[in-house]
């Protein structure tokens, strides 16, 4: 046996004892949520599920909710329902299957991009452990729990963003994600502001393409969407609700009178927008594309009207900006302190320190707590952009490759 191929052999010895590592580190997790009662299990790919049937039987898409007790709608846009029909195709027990492996391998595409300047030194053990470790974020624990679709589009557009010799025209996976679930459309914007024309052209082709499809497929479902479920945010659920972590829903949480809350929302939109966007437009210029892709993503969760814990996704994206190639102690030190914070249950503190009646510490105090996610992504939004600059694109790329200049048509 060569030399060349006994390191190949260990390299796949080692990379199968890790796949081994992850599937024994998070299967705690997996199997509590899959064995959870039936009404209980994965109840976002039931209403996807659900969706795809009722396009394969021809029945209003927007007219139908889940069994009780859970009584959820199709809330995304038709075209997502043509997708899920492949899932409605399934029988239940071989879709949470197939959706929970699909969970965890958009994870480990995630990982893979996001602490890419970590693994090409460490892997595969070092891959493993952060595997594991971005599985027991509260975001990603409730991806399994619910069986949702966001770790999915974090890979699609972080793969579009940061992918040095994507097989792909650039700019087709994030106008994918964006047809699929609105929020991805800030990446467009972002897209626009660092001027990547060609990119930007082939996103908005690509989204356009999909949000029109529908209109010839499934018609009355595309009109219902467009102009009426979509105008109606009651039927993402309780927009007031402790899972709700945008700042619209911090706002809303206040109980202010609701003009006055719709305009310190817009307020705030636009001054978070603004800083988030130039500081993704600055880590751009720097070289530090993931960096930039962390901001945009935290302006996905911020900016939205609606924003659930598991919306949250972008925070592996965020940990890999903020670990760096791993080299830097501080920033370790940083990352850890911020993977603990969204591992444990933050906002549920809240509402049991609201619940403790304490006079002055409970509304004050549990409020606070209780938006403690969404604070803490403002709080990251000026990390990165203020404590934690952008790394230099001679400390953030592999040596041959040069600097990303903006795409032209």
């Known amino acids: 046996m060569t030399d060349v191929e006994a390191r190949t052999r260990r390299r796949w010895w080692a990379w199968a004892l890790a796949a081994v590592i992850v599937v024994v580190g998070v299967w705690p997790l997996v199997e509590h949520w899959l064995t959870n009662p039936d009404d209980q299990r994965l109840v976002d790919l039931d209403v996807y599920r659900t969706g795809g049937q009722m396009v394969l039987e021809g029945r209003p898409v927007y007219g139908f909710f889940t069994p009780a007790p859970q009584l959820l709608p199709f809330t995304y846009p038709p075209v997502a329902a043509l997708f899920a029909s492949g899932l409605a195709a399934m029988s239940w027990v071989t879709a949470q299957w197939v959706w929970t492996a699909g969970i965890f391998a958009a994870l480990g595409v995630a990982v893979g991009f996001a602490f890419r300047d970590v693994l090409g030194r460490h892997t595969p053990w070092v891959f493993a452990f952060l595997m594991v470790a971005c599985t027991f974020l509260m975001p990603i624990r409730d991806q399994v729990r619910f069986g949702q679709v966001d770790i999915l589009l974090v890979a699609l557009c972080l793969a579009d963003c940061v992918a040095r010799r994507p097989w792909w025209p650039r700019g087709f996976l994030i106008g994918l994600a964006t047809a699929v679930k609105l929020t991805p459309g800030v990446f467009l914007i972002y897209l626009l502001v660092t001027r990547q024309w060609r990119t930007l052209f082939l996103a908005s082709l690509v989204t356009a393409l999909l949000t029109l499809l529908p209109f010839a497929v499934v018609p009355q479902d595309a009109v219902d969407f467009w102009f009426g479920a979509l105008l109606d945010s009651e039927r993402l659920g309780s927009n007031a609700a402790t899972t709700n ?47 930039a892709v962390a901001l945009v993503g935290l302006m996905a969760v911020l900016l939205s009207p ?36 969204y591992v444990v249950p933050v906002p549920w503190w809240g509402v049991a320190i609201r619940a403790a009646e ?7 105090l549990g409020k ?42």
């Not at 949480?253 to 500081?279: E, Q």
């Not at 659930?308 to 990352?335: E, K, Y």
């Not at 694109?393 to 490759?401: I, K």
């Open 358 to 364: 304490i006079p002055v510490v409970s509304p004050v």
């Open 306 to 341: 609606v924003a659930w814990i598991h919306h949250l996704a972008w925070v592996v994206v965020v940990l890999g900006a903020i670990v760096g190639d791993g080299r830097d102690p501080v920033r370790l030190r940083v990352a850890a302190g911020v993977w603990l914070y």
């Open 245 to 291: 972590q945008s700042i619209r829903g911090m706002l809303i949480r206040l109980y202010l009178p609701d003009a006055l809350t719709t305009v310190i929302w817009l307020a705030a939109v636009a001054v978070v927008g603004w800083y988030g966007f130039r500081g993704a437009r600055d880590a751009h210029r720097a070289g530090d594309q993931l960096t």
């Open 368 to 409: 606070i707590v209780q938006n403690g996610f969404g604070l803490g992504a403002i709080v990251l939004v000026w990390l990165l952009v203020h404590r934690l600059p952008a790394r230099r694109a001679e400390e953030s790329r592999m040596p041959h490759l040069p600097r990303q200049p903006a795409d032209t048509l």
